[in-house]
T-cell receptor
Framework: DAGITQSPRHKVTETGTPVTLRCHQT?????MYWYRQDPGHGLRLIHY???????DKGEVSDGYSVSRSKTEDFLLTLESATSSQTSVYFC????????????????FGPGTRLTVL | TQLLEQSPQFLSIQEGENLTVYCNSS?????LQWYRQEPGEGPVLLVT?????EVKKLKRLTFQFGDARKDSSLHITAAQPGDTGLYLC????????????FGSGTQLTVLP
């Protein structure tokens, strides 16, 4: 158990409304990621963070913003939700191995199912 | 953009059969992971391979990393209904961002 929680787990919203999804970790890992998962597309990276206030874009970042004001929380915001953003959203962390190295292994939260009507 | 192609996309087999899932790319990866995902849950890491030609076994699952570190395979022996799930491969190209490129997945159904 990597100590990752996501909230809410399910949300239904209307087009044009803002939505914020929260990812919380308990183990102070530096690297955190937001993905979306859609049928036939696997997992696609939206944004990632490599420390407090340090974030960068992934391959599908349009329409999304993120913030990380504390090590344990990584927020994903849809400023004005659209139907194309209906998806399942996963947060992940990438811990360091003992000794400080990394094989880029990632551990995932349980996901948030978002429906935009 | 690195692409990882997984095949087959869907696989339905009877309990006791063997199967192999493939993950191919034209890119070289510093490491490659396999994940399994069950409905309503996040992916769970099964194994990481890092050396070209490496073979790892996890009970009835055998994972192999290609010699050139561009491809990988997952072989399941005597599949059981509990093996049912979405299998995802993911490759890392190194670098400070520690990003992964995911394949689109193989949905495995093992029928009793």
């Amino acid at each position: 158990d990597a100590g990752i929680t996501q909230s809410p787990r399910h949300k239904v919203t209307e087009t044009g409304t803002p939505v914020t999804l929260r990812c919380h970790q308990t183990e102070n890992h530096r690297y955190m990621y937001w993905y979306r998962q859609d049928p036939g597309h696997g997992l696609r990276l939206i944004h990632y963070s490599y420390g407090v206030k340090d974030t960068d874009k992934g391959e599908v970042s349009d329409g999304y913003s993120v913030s990380r004001s504390k090590t344990e929380d990584f927020l994903l915001t849809l400023e004005s939700a659209t139907s194309s953003q209906t998806s399942v959203y996963f947060c992940a962390i990438s811990p360091l191995r003992p000794g400080g190295g990394s094989y880029n292994e990632q551990f995932f939260g349980p996901g948030t199912r978002l429906t935009v009507l | 953009t690195q692409l990882l192609e997984q095949s087959p996309q869907f696989l339905s087999i009877q309990e006791g059969e063997n199967l192999t899932v493939y993950c191919n790319s034209s890119s070289v990866f510093s490491s490659l992971q396999w994940y399994r995902q069950e409905p309503g849950e996040g992916p769970v890491l099964l194994v990481t391979v890092v050396t070209g030609g490496e073979v790892k076994k996890l009970k009835r699952l055998t994972f192999q990393f290609g010699d050139a570190r561009k491809d990988s395979s997952l072989h399941i022996t005597a599949a059981q209904p509990g093996d049912t799930g979405l299998y995802l491969c993911a490759g890392a190209t190194g670098g400070s961002a520690r990003q992964l490129t995911f394949g689109s997945g193989t949905q495995l159904t093992v029928l009793p």
